[in-house]
């Protein structure tokens, strides 16, 4: 099996912190709160979740720029577990793409 895809419209809860890699990668890291009403079994659920997200490289880093806690993007990418200890199942969203709103509705 090859899928693992993930599209997940939030929230930023904090501002994104920013790093480099020691070869000089940027790396940015926000939470992205996910709010909405999903339909399962013929009826309306409520799915919230919050997920850790980064976005690492150029083209990434330059999207991110001025994003901000309580910003509404929409983030495109894989899931992997957020360390490798065994027994440890934390997922983070590794982005592809980051989407403003206000650029999508525009």
């Known amino acids: 099996m090859q899928d693992n895809r993930l ?3 939030g929230v ?6 920013c790093h480099h ?6 790396v940015v890291r926000f939470t ?3 709010q909405s009403i999903q339909q399962e079994g013929g009826m309306q659920r409520q799915a919230m979740c919050q997920i850790g997200v980064i976005a690492t490289g150029d ?16 983030v495109s990418g894989f899931l992997t577990r957020a360390n490798h200890r065994d027994g440890e ?10 989407e403003r709103f206000d650029a999508i509705t525009s």
Do not use: C, W
């Open 7 to 9: 599209v997940m419209a």
């Open 12 to 17: 930023i809860k904090k501002t994104p912190q």
């Open 21 to 26: 890699t020691p070869v000089g990668i940027p």
């Open 32 to 34: 992205l709160s996910h």
């Open 59 to 74: 083209a990434l880093y330059q999207s991110s720029q001025g994003l901000n806690a309580g910003d509404e993007v929409r």
């Open 89 to 98: 199942f934390r997922l983070i969203l590794h982005a592809q793409k980051i």
